[in-house]
C-alpha cells in the first residue's frame, strides 16, 4: 500500500525514528514510517486490539492549534469512516494523541488517522516503475481503461453521498494484493482546505499537475473537478505525459485555467470522446462519474481483453529509533514483488519521488524507540519485553526519577515477587501447557485423519464462470452456492463476496458459498411522455435516476415537433447507468408535390388533393398556348417539392392561349394588310373589295381583343 503525501516537496527529507514504537490512543502501535508528506507522516502500524497490520497518518503538529481544522478533520473523518465500498480505502478510526502528562486538547497533541493497509503500490508507483529505457511505464488502453472505470465506481459512490475528493492523482490511487484498486484520502482535503495553516513553500492543495481549471483559479469545485483530474490521468496512463502543464506549480496553475483536454483519436481510440467530455474547461459541460463509467464499459465492448496490470508492491524500509536519519532496507526481511528475489541495497536516506510521496511499506519488525513512550507500549507477543520471557522472578519496574537529574533519565527500582505466587504462577502454566499439548495432538489427528483442507483464494470480482471453470479445474471437489445481489458499478455474474474469505480453509467437498452480482441496483424510468424534450426538468430526471438517454426522432401528424411521443421501458425498473430510448416528434411528414403539379390535370381534381393532404391552396390563373384552359399549368413550389403540413401551395392554372388585339391598318393597302395581321397572329378570312384598295375597316374592328388565331376579314375600297 502507498499513503500518498499531502501536497509535499520533492526536497523535502524523509522521517526519522520519530514515534515509531509509540502506541497512539493505547491501541496503535507505530512501527515503521512508510510515508511523508508536507502535511502528515504516515507509519505502518499495528492495532493491538484487533491483531491487525492498518495504516496510520499523523498529521502535522502545526494543525493541532487550528481550531478550525480541527473541527473540519473531525466531521470530516466521521463522515469518511461511513464510506463503505469496494473502491474507497476504509476508514477504520481518528484521534488525537499526547505525550506522557499531557492532555489531548494540548497544542502538541497530533490528529491523526487509521485506514486499511494495502501493499499493492500506487498508480504513481506502477507509471514510475519503468524497465530504465524509458521515464515510465505506459498502460494499454484497456488497462488504462479498467484503472478508469475502477475510480469512476469509487468516485460516483462518494459523489452520490455528498462527498468531492479535490485531490484524485495517480498517488491517491492504491491497489490491494488483489489488484483492485482503491481510493484514498476522502474528506482530508477538504479538511486541509479550510485550515488556517498554510503547507510549505506555499504548496496549493492537491498536486497542482492534476487540479481542474476551477481550482486552478481558486473557484468553488464540485464533483466535475474530480472527473477533470481523472481525465488527466488517464492521459498520462497511456502518454506518460500530463497536458497543460509547466515547469513549476504557479505555472502550471496559470496553464490550466480555461483550458480543455485535447485527445488524439489515434492515441486514445474509443476512449477519446470520454477523456474530452471528462476535460471540458466548462465544469457544466463535463460528463459525471456515471456518464463516465458508463462510457467506459461501452468502450470495453471493441478494446482486447486487458492483461493484469503491473503493479509495482514497494520495499520496505524500517528506521532505527535512534539512527537519526539513516535508514536500512530490508531486503534480507520482505520484498513484496512476488517470486522475484530481494536485491540487496545499499544503506541510503529516505528519500522522496518526484511528486512528493513515499512509497515503502510491508512487513517488518522494529524495536520500540527507547524514551519516555517506551514503558506505556503494549508488549509485542513473543517479544523480550513480555514479563514472561524473563528468566528472574523478579520485575523491572520504571519510575519517574524524584531528582532533578541532568538528562532527566528515570530509576529502575526491582521488587521481588512473593515465593508463594511464583509456584502457583508456575503450576498454572504447567496446566497450561498440558492442555495444549492435549489439544494439539487432537487437532492435529483431526487433520491426518479428516478429509484434506485446501487454502481459499480470493475471486471477489472475478466472472462466475471463470470461477466455475478454476474450481473444477482444482481438483478440490468443492461444491458452489451461489445467490444473487445487485451492487452499483458491478458488472453482471461478478463476484461480490465469497464465504469462506480469502487465505481461509475448506475441506474438500466443501462448500464455498458466493453471491455474483445482477449488474447495477434498479431505478424507475421516468414517466415524461408529453413534455417538452428541452425541458430541463427532463434532463434532471434523468441525472437523478443515473440514467442515459438515446434521443429517436420520430415524424408524427398529431404531436408538435420537440414533444415527447414515448419512453422506452418508462415506469418500469432498469439497471443504473443504462441507455433509455426516447422518442421525440419531429411533426408531420413533409409532403411531396410530384403528383400534383401535372400538366393537363383537371385544377379542380388537383386542388381537392392537395387540401386532402393537409396543404392550404391558392390559385392563380395564366394564359398558354400550350395547356387548354382549366388544365393544371404548374405549382409553386415546383413539382418534386417536400413541404410541411399546413405550408401554402400556389395552383397555377391555364386560362387558355392568350389574347391578341386587333391593330391598326387603316390606310394599307389590303395585301400588305393581309401579311401584317397574319404575322401578328391573325386568321385572315378574306379581303372585301380589291386587294390592291386601301383598307378602310376589318372585322373585328380595330383596338378589339381576339384569341391569338382568331379570324378577321380586312375591308378595302377602290383608289
Known amino acids: 500500500m502507498v499513503l500518498p503525501e499531502l501536497s509535499g516537496s520533492s526536497g523535502q527529507r524523509a522521517p526519522r525514528a520519530g514515534l515509531v514504537g509509540r502506541v497512539l ?22 492495532d493491538v486490539q484487533l491483531r491487525r497490520r492498518v495504516a496510520v497518518k499523523v498529521l502535522h503538529p502545526a494543525l493541532a492549534a487550528d481550531p478550525t481544522f480541527l473541527r473540519r478533520f473531525q466531521a470530516e473523518a466521521q463522515a469518511a469512516a461511513a464510506l463503505n465500498h469496494p473502491h474507497v480505502v476504509a476508514v ?9 502528562g499531557q492532555d489531548v486538547g494540548s497544542l502538541d497533541a497530533v490528529p491523526f488517522l487509521v485506514t486499511e493497509y494495502l501493499d499493492g503500490g500506487s498508480l504513481r508507483g506502477m507509471l514510475d516503475s519503468g524497465d530504465g529505457s524509458r521515464a515510465s511505464r505506459l498502460l494499454s488502453l484497456s488497462q488504462t481503461l479498467v484503472v478508469g472505470l475502477q475510480v469512476c465506481r469509487g468516485l460516483h459512490y462518494a459523489h452520490t453521498r455528498g462527498f468531492v475528493h479535490r485531490d484524485i492523482k495517480p498517488a491517491n490511487l492504491l ?6 484498486l482503491r481510493i484514498a484520502d476522502f474528506g482530508l482535503a477538504r479538511a486541509l482546505a479550510e485550515a488556517s495553516w498554510t503547507e510549505p ?20 469545485c464540485d464533483t466535475r473537478s474530480d472527473l477533470y483530474s481523472l481525465a488527466l490521468v488517464l492521459v498520462e496512463c497511456v502518454t506518460g505525459t500530463v497536458p497543460n502543464t509547466a515547469d513549476t506549480a504557479v505555472a502550471t496553475l496559470a496553464l490550466r485555467a480555461g ?13 477519446t470522446p470520454l477523456i474530452e467530455a471528462a476535460g471540458r474547461a466548462d465544469p457544466a459541460e463535463r460528463a459525471d462519474a456515471a456518464q463516465f463509467g458508463a462510457g467506459l464499459m461501452a468502450a470495453a465492448e471493441v478494446l482486447p481483453a486487458p492483461t493484469l496490470l503491473p503493479l509495482a508492491p514497494p520495499r520496505v524500509f524500517a528506521v532505527s529509533a ?14 513484496l514483488a512476488p517470486g522475484r528475489e530481494p ?14 510521496s513515499l512509497a515503502v511499506l510491508g512487513p517488518v519488525a522494529v524495536t520500540p524507540a527507547a524514551g519516555p513512550n517506551a514503558a506505556r507500549a503494549a508488549p509485542v507477543p513473543g517479544g523480550n519485553d513480555s514479563p514472561d520471557a524473563a528468566d528472574s522472578d523478579e520485575l523491572a519496574t520504571v519510575e519517574e526519577d524524584d531528582d532533578d537529574d541532568a538528562d532527566g533519565a528515570g530509576r529502575i527500582r526491582r521488587r521481588r515477587r512473593p515465593r508463594l505466587q511464583t509456584v502457583f504462577v508456575g503450576l498454572l502454566v504447567l496446566t497450561a501447557l498440558g492442555l495444549a499439548a492435549v489439544l494439539g495432538v487432537g487437532l492435529f489427528g483431526a487433520r491426518l485423519l479428516g478429509p484434506p483442507r485446501y487454502a481459499v483464494e480470493n475471486v471477489v470480482g472475478r466472472d462466475l464462470a471463470e470461477v466455475r471453470r478454476a474450481v473444477a479445474a482444482s481438483g478440490h471437489g468443492w461444491m458452489l452456492e451461489v445467490t444473487e445481489d445487485r451492487r452499483d458499478g458491478t458488472a453482471l455474474d461478478e463476484v461480490l463476496s465469497q464465504d469462506p474469505p480469502a487465505g481461509a480453509e475448506l475441506e474438500r467437498g466443501g462448500v464455498l458459498h458466493l453471491v455474483r452480482s445482477l449488474g447495477n441496483t434498479l431505478v424507475t424510468v421516468p414517466a415524461v411522455a408529453g413534455k417538452a424534450f428541452d425541458d430541463p426538468a427532463v434532463g434532471a430526471s434523468f441525472t437523478e435516476a443515473s440514467l442515459l438517454i438515446r434521443r429517436v426522432d420520430r415524424h408524427d401528424e398529431t404531436v408538435p415537433a420537440g414533444q415527447i411521443l414515448s419512453v422506452g421501458d418508462s415506469g418500469r425498473p432498469v439497471e443504473k447507468f443504462s441507455e433509455v430510448e426516447v422518442v421525440v416528434s419531429s411533426g408531420p411528414v413533409p409532403r411531396t408535390l410530384d403528383d400534383y403539379g401535372n400538366p393537363a390535370q383537371d385544377a379542380g381534381a388537383a ?7 393537409g396543404l392550404v391552396v391558392e390559385t392563380a390563373s395564366e394564359a398558354s398556348e400550350k395547356v387548354d384552359k382549366g388544365k393544371v399549368i404548374r405549382t409553386e413550389p415546383a413539382a418534386g417539392s417536400r413541404v410541411a403540413k399546413g405550408s401554402t401551395v400556389r395552383l397555377v392554372v391555364s386560362s387558355g392561349p392568350p389574347l391578341i388585339t386587333v391593330p391598326k391598318v387603316f390606310g394599307m393597302t389590303g395585301r400588305a394588310a393581309e401579311d401584317y395581321l397574319v404575322g401578328t397572329g391573325w386568321r385572315v378570312t378574306g379581303i372585301d373589295g380589291p386587294s390592291s384598295g386601301m383598307v378602310i375597316s376589318t372585322d373585328p374592328e380595330e383596338g378589339q381583343q381576339r384569341v391569338k388565331g382568331s379570324p378577321i376579314r380586312i375591308i378595302t375600297r377602290s383608289n
Open 25 to 46: 490512543a493505547g491501541r496503535y502501535r507505530l512501527m515503521a514510517p512508510i510515508g511523508v508528506g508536507a502535511s502528515a507522516r504516515v507509519y505502518l502500524a499495528d
Open 92 to 100: 477504520y478510526d481518528w484521534g488525537r494523541d499526547a505525550a506522557a
Open 175 to 180: 491497489f490491494g494484493e488483489d489488484r483492485r
Open 201 to 220: 513553500e506555499g504548496v496549493v492543495l492537491g498536486t497542482a499537475r492534476y487540479v481542474s481549471p476551477e481550482q486552478a483559479a481558486g473557484s468553488p
Open 259 to 271: 483550458r480543455s483536454i485535447e485527445a488524439d483519436t489515434d492515441t486514445f481510440g474509443p476512449l
Open 322 to 335: 535512534d539512527a537519526g536519519s539513516r535508514t536500512r532496507h530490508l531486503a534480507d526481511e520482505v520484498d
Open 343 to 356: 536485491e540487496p541495497e545499499p544503506e541510503t536516506e529516505l528519500g522522496l519521488p518526484g511528486d512528493g
Open 607 to 613: 386542388r381537392a388533393a392537395l387540401v386532402a393532404t
